[in-house]
């Protein structure tokens, strides 16, 4: 047990030692050209993103079963400590980088934060600190791989999930990153306008849901009738990424301006707009309204939003909340006749909400939108929307594929009845289990 995670162990010893010889000095505090406005919104807005992975964890944590609150919350909550040392080595690099054929960046250009450093980047951040524009996409980088989480919630193996969303940073999230934001990358070239992230964060977990729950299958306990663990906190997760959401957002107008103001209306507008919506679209198809479906429905707004956030009106914004809850909601309900176990249902969550932004970012954009007469845009979007798809599905396919190979992903049937709490991480919300029977568990879950 312990000999498997040597490697890691040796790893992260090996990253510790290479960091020693950054060769990188603390320059460019008094760089004349960074705003002390634009910083200060911007570390608040760098804190409220790196808030949203906590509350991911209640969000998802509060949906499934008792057995398993633990294992799909820290799932989330250990992205804030494996990707953070990703994106320093070398994830900034490949995302941000000198470009190469506008795919990806060069590994070595900012390689362990080297030339990140206090002062401005005339490109990236021309009125911030170079190394808070790091740290703001950084927590971007983050949350992405702890969306995916929720697809293969209550049968996954730990060791195994380690070991794919590093795979899906540095190839996935970092090229796309990459092709979306980079001055010189391919989609910016093309003038595809994602705000915030519909592209590189949600649809791109959404189309990793779909691949992971292919390749790990059905839950035993799929088809039964499934009660949350605790709402609560899945209404608590809900408001935490909410407020979180703001600097998300608005923070993606990287400086504290008219564009962030409207970034900052048309986020909270349109949750809400598509939190009404799928309550009142649940009610009509003859189902409760719910504490649930509150809380995806505000966050299914938020997602469809995103791409939007600083090029569409107010007015257009409840539209677009409106139309993501109800196309979502409709996608939930038939993918569910499927058979397909997207546990959590990530992809008509966040992958739907993510397509449905990035489109209707290309009917409303402010004077490129198709509404103004330009179809340019619209097209691109379309065709970013099959690109990305494509790209992100297939390269997670692959790479579900190759992690399954090394270490299987899929839990025991033994470990899965047990739950995850247990047989992963020797934990249990329940206070009646003692810690031998804790021992006889984990024992019987890797013997089958």
């Known amino acids: 047990m312990m000999k498997k995670w040597l490697p890691a162990f040796a790893l992260l010893i090996l990253l510790a030692l290479v960091s020693l010889f950054d060769s990188g000095t603390l320059t460019g505090f008094d760089d004349p050209n960074i705003s002390g406005a634009d910083t200060a919104w911007m570390l608040a807005a760098t804190g409220l993103v790196l808030l949203m992975t906590p509350g991911l964890s209640f969000f998802y944590g509060g949906m499934v079963s008792r057995k398993n609150v633990i294992s799909t919350m820290l799932q989330s909550f250990i992205c804030m400590g494996i990707i953070t040392l990703v994106w320093v080595s070398v994830g900034f690099s490949l995302a941000f980088g000198d470009s190469i054929g506008g795919v990806f960046g060069n590994p070595m250009t900012f390689a362990f934060f080297n030339g990140v450093g206090a002062a401005i980047h005339p490109d990236l951040a021309p009125t911030i600190p170079f190394v808070l524009f790091a740290l703001f996409q950084m927590k971007f980088a983050i949350i992405t791989p702890a969306l995916i989480t929720g697809s ?182 038939y993918k569910n006749k499927t058979g397909i176990d997207d546990t959590l249902d990530v992809f008509p969550c966040h992958g739907v909400g993510g397509i449905v932004g990035m489109i209707l970012t290309g009917v409303f954009a402010q004077e490129v939108g198709l509404v103004y007469g330009e179809t340019t845009t619209f097209l691109r979007h379309l065709a970013s929307v099959f690109l990305v798809g494509a790209f992100t599905f297939g390269l997670s396919y692959a790479f579900f594929k190759l992690t399954n190979l090394i270490i299987p992903m899929r839990v025991s049937e033994k470990a899965e009845e047990y739950g995850l709490d247990i047989t992963q991480h020797a934990e249990s919300l329940s206070k009646s289990t003692t810690t031998e029977q804790i021992t006889v568990m984990i024992r019987e879950a890797a013997q089958q």
């Open 152 to 333: 293969f919630a209550e049968r996954v193996r730990f060791s195994g999930f380690l070991l794919f969303i590093i795979l899906f940073s540095l190839f996935i999230y970092c090229p796309l990153a990459h092709m979306t934001w980079h001055p010189d990358g391919l989609l910016r070239r093309w003038e595809v306008l994602d705000f915030a992230g519909g592209t590189v964060v949600h649809m791109s977990a959404g189309f990793a849901a779909i691949a992971a729950a292919i390749i790990l299958g059905k839950r035993k306990s799929h088809g039964v009738a499934h009660k949350p663990y605790n709402v609560p906190f899945v209404l608590l997760g809900t408001g935490l990424l909410w407020f979180g959401w703001f600097g998300f957002n608005a923070g993606s107008a990287l400086g504290a301006n008219s564009s962030a103001a409207l970034a900052f209306a048309t986020t909270t507008v349109a949750s809400a707009a598509a939190m009404l919506a799928w309550v009142l679209y649940d009610a009509l198809m003859g189902r409760k309204i719910s504490g649930m479906g509150a809380s995806i429905g505000a966050v299914v707004g938020l997602v469809a939003i995103t791409p939007a956030a600083g090029f569409v009106t107010i007015g257009q914004s409840v539209f677009i909340g409106v139309c993501a809850a109800i196309v979502s909601n409709i996608v939930v309900y």
